[in-house]
């Protein structure tokens, strides 16, 4: 049957006092026991102790101190045990007179304890060393003293050992776990129970004060002696004590019943309470049946005390229901004689009652069954305490430590603990521990602490039990118990480590600092503060207040240089300076790189573009997977540091350690300082001395100017998978990017870009210059340049550009020859002479963007050693913003000899712009009449508007463009290899500027993009030539202020457009097939790109015009007195197309004013014109429609066999009037 704690039992357990002779004191002190309490002592029950922790003390002491009281009766004595001894000489008399002490005036000298009404047990003590064997004598008085007392009597023979070193053999039938072979075990067994807390606090602690050597117990008793001892206590409990107490219980039930029982009963006691004359606070001269205000008590004869003891005597029997309901009842009468410490007495009774009448106490409960309470029976439970707790600390003095609180929540926290109820347990023994600063006080909040992670699977009560441990620890520091108090802060802080509350953290570590400091403890104070230097925007102590105090606490420490040295491997920061991830090695050349992408592509094309005297390198750029230098070259070093602190931090003594270190020079900045939460970036120089490989390894510096450090900068290169072991576990190359590897000299130039803006227009040149400085030991020559945006950086010579562009269309000049083909990305010179050792060259360029949006321009600079074919190469960018300028849109309408051409200047920029020319480039047109632009700038948003005069110019031009056509038969027979160079390869033009051409260029580009998407990049060099010679471009010059510039207008085609492919359509089904699918799709969409594309179109090219040769303004005049009038009609046909030839067919319309022939036909050359005349009859003046006629046309091409092939027909009718009146 499982019971309740012990130590509740031994706590609210009867008392019985012992009157003793000093024959039966002496006999006691014998044995090493001050008296026969002593000697029965060891066989009360078992005890609890466990040294280590300071609640099992803190419980025993609280428990086992419990002063008399008159609010309950558990310490009030229920028996009193009269011990005689027969080696007394008037054994009968001694009896009489301790009897007297028991039953005297001195048994009730407090008038709230009876100390009358209590069990009698006479005890006749013979001690055989001092009376000898015989028991004839010991009988008689035993019989003596039960005629004269009654039966409540019995004889204790002890002392039967004649000698101390003589020990009885025959320990075999000795009871229980206590009977021992040897008197040295029997004496600890003594000793053991005599200095347990449970059972007597106050002998224990002198206990543990005495010095010298351990005091020798029962060294006269035997075997039998315990025995009779333990039949003693047996016999007091069972035959005596328990039936006297049960015969109380009956008898003061009874009189409780009664005072309850029935209706009139009820009312009476109501009425009494509440219709007394009784004032509103308790009188003074309250009789002897009432609750004494005055001095705080029920007299001991009261139906209240009396109550009170009836359910105290039956909670020591364990009829906690019973007790249960008395308590009760007497809660509420306490509370209206506003007795307020019995009430919360009753309150924590009330509620300890049925918390032990769960069943899990019952004798059916199997061990180890778990019964919970509902949570209406825990919360009415925990009321209880809470009630009781509060009452005793509210009608206490306020800040002082209120002991019946604490027992009375020791008391309830060992009963949940047997039942494992820890709903609210924690918050109970917080609420019990008050606010006092006491030990006792800090115990109970450190257990609630252990009970808030109990009876859950989860951790849901770690943050409940890091705040009742802070509480704990802040009682013990007060109380000066400061290892404790260090003990539960440090259990706190290990249970907020892995918690996401930083901020509590943070105070639990700068506390924990404080403490180790305050102990002398540096190391461990420096180690917690270390922990508070992370990146933490909101942590609760300022760091720089952290920073001060460990600055201190390190400065102790290094007075002690063995703690230091032991220490030194802790000692680090937690959150590192330095970002391994962006550390990295600059050379001198690579300090003005915006980007580190498209160096590659750039030096491919490079290499398929070398024209550079000598056998062409593999590669030209430096080689990625390493970092080479020369000797004596100096590098960089680039940290990148952060200071994750919410306080300004510096660092002193900042250098790099280098691995091998003799090979290097390495630069030492005395001080960097940071500011709160502030990333910068530090470059060290650092000088390479001989030839070789290094590594640069870690970051050393003394953070704050007092802590010494060492930050590696090691990490973890690329996962290897060459294996299966590699595969299966990560694992990782060695990382070299920070190795250094130390070259022979080599030629070594640093290129600048400077005076290109950060914003510039569409079109824009701008005259900047490039600086050559040769940073090496070697002369450089030769100097080329590849941009990634062709044409955009280019020497002024090269150029060839002027600030004011013509507008001359005479032809005057002679034409250049300009390559007829897409050029590609490929160096150009950019300084052909010597740059010494040391010297530096400026050499004036031209920038040009050609295309609005963001730019970004990477230029390679190529070189080599003078007089050897050395390499070497150096990078320059530039990110600009291009912004839209200049805008040109342009309309085509036919004129009787060639086009008009509208044309519209729009200025987008944000600035006035001046127009200063207009220029036209084309093979096959030329503007025949001058392009006079207005001379008043244009401001932003405005246009201004002109009409040219277009003509052909009559060169000889290949219009058919037939090595266009037939490198496009190749692709689409998937014969690449098949074709042959752009013809012509060259055309003579006089363009206004060079930056034109690579405009041209860069509009063929995007043309080729967009109209040939699937056309491989690499071949439309090949294919497509720059110009076309049926497109007109026009040119417009500007200017604002110092700034000029140009913008174009591309792909203008004033004649008819017309097919180029169509001898291509019957050889579709020429093409390789292919196994691929997405290469099938690619040619399909070729194929439909080239025979459906832009260079299938084919438009009308007859123009049709009505002409009456004798009207005037549109007018005829005749005498219609005369007759009718025959008015002679013409229509003019003009074939536009500058290729193809066109049959028509002319039907004027039947019935209508048209007289002769009404159907003609013929064939018009290209460029030629036809005209047919007929008549229309008019018989009287007014309006004539000359319309309804229809023009049937075909374009087609002539076989040398004189058999026409039609290309493409069209049908269209036609309109017009005049207006004849009468003469």
């Given at each position: 049957m499982p019971s309740p704690p012990l130590s509740i039992i031994q706590s609210l357990s009867p008392r019985v006092a012992v009157l003793a002779s000093d024959d039966v004191n002496d006999s006691c002190n014998a044995n090493g026991c001050k008296g026969l309490e002593e000697l029965l002592r060891p066989w009360e029950g078992g005890t609890e102790r466990d040294e280590d922790q300071q609640y099992p003390t803190t419980r025993a002491l609280l428990l086992s101190s419990r002063p008399l009281a008159p609010h309950e009766t558990f310490n009030h004595p229920v028996g009193v045990m009269i011990a005689i001894?027969?080696?007394?000489?008037d054994p009968m008399g001694t009896l009489t007179s301790l009897y007297g002490q028991a039953v005297g005036t001195g048994a009730q000298a407090a008038p709230w304890m009876d100390g009358v009404q209590v069990l009698k047990f006479f005890v006749v003590v013979?001690?055989?060393?001092?009376?000898?064997?015989?028991?004839?004598?010991?009988?008689?008085?035993?019989?003596?003293?039960?005629?004269?007392?009654?039966?409540?009597?019995?004889?204790?023979?002890?002392?039967?050992?004649?000698?101390?070193?003589?020990?009885?053999?025959?320990?075999?039938?000795?009871?229980?776990?206590d009977s021992q072979g040897d008197a040295g075990a029997l004496s600890q067994i003594y000793a053991n129970a005599l200095s347990s807390l449970t059972l007597s606090p106050m002998g224990a602690a002198a206990q543990m004060e005495e010095d010298g050597p351990p005091k020798t117990y029962a060294s006269l008793l035997t075997s039998e002696d315990i025995q009779r001892l333990m039949a003693l206590v047996r016999e007091l409990v069972v035959q005596s004590l328990v039936p006297w107490m049960e015969a109380r219980i009956r008898e003061w039930n009874e009189a409780y019943q009664s005072s309850r029982r029935g209706l009139t009963g009820r009312l009476f006691g109501a009425g009494r309470k509440l219709f007394s004359s009784r004032p509103s606070s308790p009188s003074t001269t309250t009789g002897p049946a009432g609750y004494n205000a005055i001095k705080g008590y029920y007299p001991v004869n009261s139906p209240d005390g009396l109550s009170r003891r009836l359910a105290d005597f039956a909670f020591m029997l364990r009829d906690y229901r019973y007790a249960a309901g008395v308590y009760d009842s007497l809660r509420r009468d306490y509370v209206?004689?506003?007795?307020?410490?019995?009430?919360?007495?009753?309150?924590?009774?009330?509620?300890?009652?049925?918390?032990?009448?769960?069943?899990?106490?019952?004798?059916?409960?199997?061990?180890?069954?778990?019964?919970?309470?509902?949570?209406?029976?825990?919360?009415?439970?925990?009321?209880?305490?809470?009630?009781?707790?509060?009452?005793?600390?509210?009608?206490?003095?306020?800040?002082?430590?209120?002991?019946?609180?604490?027992?009375?929540?020791?008391?309830?926290y060992e009963a949940w603990k047997a039942i494992q109820e820890w709903r609210g347990v924690g918050s109970a023994l917080v609420k019990g521990a008050g606010e006092a600063d006491e030990v006792p006080c800090a115990v109970l909040v450190e257990e609630a602490a252990a009970a808030d992670v109990k009876g859950g699977k989860s951790k849901r009560g770690s943050r409940r039990q890091s705040l009742h441990l802070v509480m704990a620890a802040k009682k013990y520091e007060k109380a000066?118990?400061?290892?404790?108090?260090?003990?539960?802060?440090?259990?706190?802080?290990?249970?907020?480590?892995?918690?996401?509350?930083?901020?509590?953290l943070d105070n639990l570590e700068y506390a924990l600092g404080r403490q180790a400091y305050t102990l002398g403890e540096s190391a461990v104070a420096v180690e917690h503060f270390l922990r508070l230097l992370k990146r933490e925007d909101t942590s609760s102590p300022g760091q720089s207040m952290v920073l001060e105090d460990m600055a201190l606490a390190y400065e102790h420490l290094q007075n002690h240089p063995d703690q230091l040295e032991a220490a030194k491997g802790k000692l680090k920061l937690p959150t590192p300076i330095f970002d391994i991830s962006k550390t990295k090695i600059l050379l001198p050349e690579a300090s003005s790189e915006h980007s580190t992408e498209g160096w590659e592509i750039l030096e491919k094309k490079a290499l398929a573009n070398w024209d550079r005297k000598g056998k062409k390198p593999l590669s030209i750029l430096p080689d990625p997977r390493k970092i080479a230098a020369c000797v004596g070259e100096t590098l960089c070093v680039e940290l990148i540091a952060s200071n994750p602190l919410n306080?300004?931090?510096?660092?002193?003594?900042?250098?790099?350690?280098?691995?091998?270190?003799?090979?290097?020079?390495?630069?030492?900045?005395?001080?960097?300082?940071?500011?709160?939460?502030?990333?910068?970036?530090?470059?060290?120089?650092?000088?390479?001395?001989?030839?070789?490989?290094f590594t640069v390894a870690n970051a050393t510096f003394t953070f704050h100017r007092f802590l010494p450090c060492v930050e590696s900068l090691e990490r973890k290169g690329k996962r290897l998978f060459a294996t299966k072991q590699q595969r299966l576990k990560p694992m990782y190359a060695k990382d070299t990017s920070l190795t250094v590897h130390a070259e022979a000299t080599r030629p070594r130039l640093e290129i600048e870009l400077t005076g290109v803006p950060g914003s510039m227009f569409e079109g824009e040149l701008v005259d900047a210059e490039i600086?050559?400085?040769?940073?090496?030991?070697?002369?450089?020559?030769?100097?080329?340049?590849?941009?990634?945006?062709?044409?955009?950086?280019?020497s002024r010579e090269l150029s060839q550009t002027s600030h004011q562009l013509t507008a001359d269309t005479s032809h005057s000049n002679t034409p250049a020859s300009i390559p007829n083909r897409l050029q590609p990305i490929a160096p150009v010179p950019l300084y052909d002479g010597v740059i010494e050792a040391g010297k530096s060259v400026t050499v004036p360029v031209v920038f040009t963007a050609v295309a609005p949006g963001a730019l970004d321009v990477k230029a390679l600079a190529i070189f080599s050693a003078a007089g050897t074919d050395v390499l070497g190469c150096s990078r320059v960018s530039h990110a600009a913003e291009v912004r839209r300028a200049l805008a040109i849109s342009t309309e085509v309408a036919p004129a009787r000899k060639g086009y008009f051409l509208a044309v519209t200047v729009t200025n987008h920029a944000d600035v006035p712009l001046e127009v200063t020319g207009l220029s036209a480039v084309s093979e096959y047109w030329q503007l025949t009449s001058p392009a006079d632009v207005s001379p008043e700038p244009l401001l932003p948003q405005q246009t201004q508007r002109l009409v040219l005069s277009v003509q052909s110019g009559g060169a000889n031009v290949d219009l058919t463009q037939t090595r266009l056509v037939s490198n496009l038969s190749h692709?689409?027979?998937?014969?690449?290899?098949?074709?042959?160079?752009?013809?012509?390869?060259?055309?003579?033009?006089?363009?206004?500027?060079?930056?034109?051409?690579?405009?041209?260029?860069?509009?063929?580009?995007?043309?080729?993009?967009?109209?040939?998407?699937?056309?491989?990049?690499?071949?439309?060099?090949?294919?497509?030539?720059?110009?076309?010679?049926?497109?007109?471009?026009?040119?417009?010059?500007?200017a604002a202020e110092n700034r000029y510039g140009f913008a174009c207008a591309h792909g203008i085609r004033?004649?008819?457009?017309?097919?180029?492919?169509?001898?291509?359509?019957?050889?579709?089904?020429?093409?390789?097939?292919?196994?691929?699918?997405?290469t099938g799709r690619q040619m399909r969409a070729l194929n439909e790109a080239v025979l459906e594309g832009v260079f299938a179109d084919e438009a009308d090219p007859l123009l049709v015009r009505t002409r009456v040769p004798s009207a005037k303004q549109g007018r005829v005049t005749h005498d219609f007195a005369k007759g009718s009038l025959s008015l002679p009609v013409e229509l003019e046909l003009e074939n536009r197309s500058p290729t193809l030839p066109v049959r028509w067919i002319l039907n004027l319309p039947q019935g209508s004013v048209y007289t002769g022939t009404l159907s003609h036909r013929g064939t018009i050359p290209a460029g030629g014109r036809a005209s047919v005349k007929t008549h229309a009859w008019v018989c009287e003046p007014g309006r004539v429609p000359l319309g309804g006629w229809e023009v049937i046309r075909e374009t087609g091409d002539a076989e040398t066999d004189g058999e026409w092939v039609p290309r493409m027909s069209w049908i269209g009718a036609g309109g017009g009037s005049v207006e004849v009146a009468a003469a």
């Open positions: 001894s027969t080696t007394t000489p013979h001690d055989v060393a001092k009376a000898g064997s015989s028991l004839v004598k010991a009988e008689e008085l035993l019989a003596n003293v039960k005629k004269a007392y009654g039966p409540h009597s019995t004889l204790l023979v002890i002392n039967s050992r004649q000698q101390a070193g003589d020990v009885s053999t025959d320990v075999t039938t000795a009871e229980g776990p209206q004689d506003k007795a307020w410490r019995y009430a919360a007495a009753a309150n924590e009774m009330v509620g300890l009652s049925q918390l032990l009448s769960n069943a899990f106490f019952l004798p059916n409960t199997p061990p180890g069954s778990i019964v919970p309470f509902t949570t209406l029976q825990h919360t009415e439970i925990s009321t209880c305490l809470e009630n009781a707790v509060i009452s005793y600390y509210q009608h206490g003095p306020p800040g002082h430590i209120q002991l019946d609180a604490l027992r009375a929540t020791v008391l309830y000066g118990y400061k290892a404790f108090s260090r003990r539960c802060l440090e259990q706190a802080a290990s249970l907020m480590r892995g918690a996401p509350w930083k901020a509590a306080a300004p931090i510096v660092l002193e003594n900042l250098t790099v350690g280098v691995e091998p270190a003799a090979a290097v020079e390495v630069q030492t900045i005395d001080e960097v300082a940071l500011a709160p939460y502030e990333t910068g970036a530090i470059r060290l120089a650092i000088t390479p001395k001989a030839e070789g490989p600086t050559l400085r040769n940073k090496g030991t070697l002369g450089v020559e030769n100097v080329g340049l590849i941009t990634n945006h062709y044409g955009a950086i280019v692709v689409l027979a998937g014969r690449p290899e098949a074709i042959e160079p752009i013809e012509p390869g060259s055309v003579k033009l006089q363009v206004p500027t060079a930056e034109y051409l690579r405009a041209r260029r860069a509009w063929r580009l995007r043309f080729a993009t967009e109209h040939f998407p699937t056309l491989p990049r690499e071949l439309v060099p090949r294919i497509l030539p720059l110009l076309d010679p049926l497109e007109l471009d026009l040119v417009a010059s500007w004033p004649a008819p457009a017309f097919s180029l492919v169509e001898s291509l359509r019957g050889g579709e089904s020429t093409a390789k097939r292919t196994m691929y699918e997405e």
